[in-house]
């Protein structure tokens, strides 16, 4: 059974900390890895790729380490819009498998 | 930017009752899911289709649930004599190609209140 697996949180932070999330996910046949972010009561939005290398979008980086099979997705500065719940997704062919979320708080 | 949109936003039926969802993807993506997500909880898969017909179904997708492309446009939902634990937030979900090299482009949803 593939499991994906987060720190529900949350996470509280200041504006302007940088906060870090993993997601642990157990199918080591995984291909394709992302980051959603899903706001209350609203659809999830795809946030970034995962790419074996890793990858920065702004001040968003996304980190893939296959031998302890987990994914991260770190934050810097963070912003009061970023507050939100942090999904990571896990799939390889078909359907993608969603972790429960983190859900972060940011404050002023 | 494109968007998937789904309707209505919000349904309210009586417990035994029939409900369609439906959703309109991306007009030239090809794969098109459902997913629900019960307050609270998380984003639970229930089918993806393909090419006219069911690719993969998870075990909450029984005899209750079935899809359906109609047209060229509208992809559908439907959930025959509803139960209460089928009140959640149901997402329609599409993709140019298989998911797990694009992900997914989601709809804002329709929340089903089951009565």
């Known amino acids: 059974r593939k499991e994906v697996e987060q720190d529900p949180g949350p996470f509280n932070v200041p504006e302007g900390a940088t906060v870090a999330f993993n997601c642990t996910y157990s199918n080591s046949a995984s291909q394709s890895f992302f980051w959603y972010r899903q706001d209350c009561r609203k659809e999830p939005k795809l946030l970034m790729s995962?790419?074996?290398s890793g990858n920065e979008d702004g001040r968003f980086t996304a980190q893939l380490n296959r031998a302890s099979q987990y994914i991260s997705l770190l934050i810097r500065d963070s912003k009061l819009s970023d507050s939100a719940t942090y999904l990571c997704l896990e799939g390889s062919q078909g359907n993608l498998i969603f972790g429960k979320g983190t859900k972060l708080s940011v404050k002023p | 930017e494109p968007e998937v949109t789904q309707t209505p936003s919000h349904q309210v039926t009586q417990m035994g009752q029939e409900v369609i969802l439906r959703c309109v993807p991306i007009?030239?993506?090809?794969?098109f899911y459902w997913y629900r997500q019960i307050l609270g909880q998380k984003v639970e898969f229930l089918v993806s289709f393909y090419n006219n017909e069911i690719s993969e179904k998870s075990e909450i997708f029984d005899d209750q649930f079935s899809v359906e492309r109609p047209d060229g446009s509208n992809f559908t939902l439907k959930i025959r004599s509803t139960k209460l634990e089928d009140s959640a937030m149901y997402f329609c979900?599409?993709?140019?190609?298989?998911?797990?090299?694009?992900?997914?482009?989601f709809g804002s949803g329709t929340r089903l209140t089951v009565v």
């Open positions: 979900a599409s993709s140019p190609g298989t998911s797990s090299t694009y992900g997914y482009t």
């Open positions: 007009s030239n993506h090809l794969y």
């Open positions: 995962v790419y074996s």
